[in-house]
């Protein structure tokens, strides 16, 4: 499967974004799917993932309340609605892709995911 993330941006702190990743090339519906991200100088870390059926989602700490991971399973995208941001959300964001048997596990364990997309870079200004 292929991911193109989008919709990355400058946006000043309390601001909002919604990113984008669109998947080609493989059936979307069997693949949980996650959002990662590096900021500079720091390791790629755990945002989001969603189950494969939508039904369930898991967050990082420091992102829960502020943001969003969805699906649309009949466009083939998985967003992430991210609200209330902060300078420390800056950095690049990676959706990710694992295969799964199970409609409703999620992972967030990076190694675990199969498909990577390029990254969009987020910058949030104080």
Not at 75 to 99: G, H, I, R, W
Not at 107 to 112: H, K, P, V, Y
Request: charged residues 15%; neutral net charge.
């Amino acid at each position: 499967v292929q991911l193109q993330a989008s919709g990355g941006g400058l946006v000043q702190a309390g601001g909002s974004l919604r990113l984008s990743c669109a998947a080609s090339g493989s059936t979307f519906s069997t693949y949980i799917m996650g959002w990662f991200r590096q900021a500079p100088g720091k390791e790629r870390e755990f945002v989001a993932t969603v189950s494969r059926s939508g039904s369930n989602t898991y967050y990082t700490d420091s992102v829960k309340g502020r943001f969003t991971i969805s699906r649309d399973n009949g466009k083939s995208t998985v967003y992430l609605q991210m609200n209330s941001l902060k300078p420390e959300d800056t950095a690049v964001y990676y959706c990710a892709a694992d295969f799964s048997w199970m409609a409703t596990t999620v992972t967030r364990d990076q190694n675990e995911y199969d498909y990577w997309g390029q990254g969009t870079l987020v910058t949030v200004s104080s």
